[in-house]
């Protein structure tokens, strides 16, 4: 019998599972078990999607209590007439306060085991309204925008510093057809430049399929143009005469050095903008200038927006 998996699960899948992914390496794992559909979250809550006799709910870590009534309404969109729906989550992640959170939605739950998980299984009541994201309303450059930002995004409630002052060095960039924003989030970046005319449509990439949701929901309230990758890799998104990147200082050395050589690579054939913290500026223009590039510098109160292009 065929099955939707909202996450990835601990055991191996089968040819006839179904995965919709949280992120990148969700949904190349379930890629690399040549599974019958591999969808990112972003894609899964656009789709009209076949139903499925069973569900099984992989709940993700650090997302909070938040994300389970958007989870219940797309597993409610997968299931079958009868079919039930299992919801997996570690002892750390508050099995009962989720359990209690569903069944005061109309779940009826039975709790068992699976392994070193704890497993919630029963019908779903009828399927309920989709939940709405918390948003809040922002200045991008001279336009104010309500921006939905919740679930565990980075910088739910405001800008953040980095990106607003990548934003307001983005805004005196020349004119251009498209920019490509890569670590795009909800998209504030993408949506600021084409509103302000400095592109006319944006591409974009994230490794978070639930901060890519939100970008294609903000990007359609805004009437921006804005075409979405989920991936890690700055090269798989299409070319652009200028690309913006909050540069992810998180990551170890190597995926450090493979993420700005591809960086550097787009700003061979156009300009890059990349904002880091000022006390990291010198190890990341070191990179830039390693490939050949000229490197000007943009200081903010506690980033700076390094531009490369080629010499």
């Known amino acids: 019998m065929s099955a939707w998996h909202v996450g990835l699960p601990t055991e191996a899948l089968s040819a006839e599972d179904r995965v919709i992914a ?10 690399a078990a040549n ?4 969808l990112g979250f972003h894609d899964a809550m656009a789709a009209d999607l076949d139903r499925a006799g069973e569900v099984h709910v992989h709940l993700p870590t650090y997302r909070g209590l938040g994300l389970v009534p958007v989870l219940a309404w797309l597993a409610a969109r997968l299931a079958a007439g009868g079919a039930a729906v299992s919801w997996y989550a570690a002892k750390q992640q508050g099995p009962d306060s989720i359990r209690k959170l569903l069944e005061g939605a109309g779940w009826r739950l039975e709790r ?4 070193r998980l704890v497993r919630l299984s029963g019908r779903p009541p009828a399927e309920p309204e989709r939940p709405a994201p918390r948003r809040f309303i922002a200045l991008l450059g001279h336009r104010q925008v309500e921006l939905a930002a919740d679930f565990g995004v980075f910088s739910p409630e405001r800008i953040d510093d980095g990106t607003a002052v990548l934003l307001d060095v983005g805004l005196r960039h020349a004119p251009v057809d498209r920019v490509a924003d890569i670590g795009v989030g909800y998209a504030p970046l993408a949506i600021g430049l084409v509103l302000a005319g400095v592109a006319r449509s944006a591409v974009a990439s994230d490794v978070d399929c639930i901060a890519l949701w939100l970008a294609a929901e903000n990007a359609r309230a805004c009437g921006v143009p804005l075409a979405l990758a989920c991936t890690p ?5 299409a070319p652009a005469p200028l690309t913006v990147c909050n540069v992810p200082t998180h990551i170890d050395r190597h995926e450090t050095e493979r993420f700005m050589a591809a960086l550097a690579d787009r700003a061979r054939t156009g300009h890059l903008l990349a904002v880091v913290h000022a006390s990291l500026e010198g190890r990341y223009t070191r990179h830039l ?5 000229r490197v000007r510098r943009h200081e903010g109160p506690v980033h700076v927006v390094l531009e490369a292009c080629p010499r």
């Open 112 to 115: 068992d085991r699976s392994g």
């Open 22 to 31: 949280f992120n990148a390496a969700e949904l190349a794992s379930a890629r």
């Open 233 to 237: 890799d700055p090269a798989a998104v």
């Open 35 to 38: 599974v019958a559909t591999a």
């Open 289 to 293: 200038l390693g490939h050949g590039l």
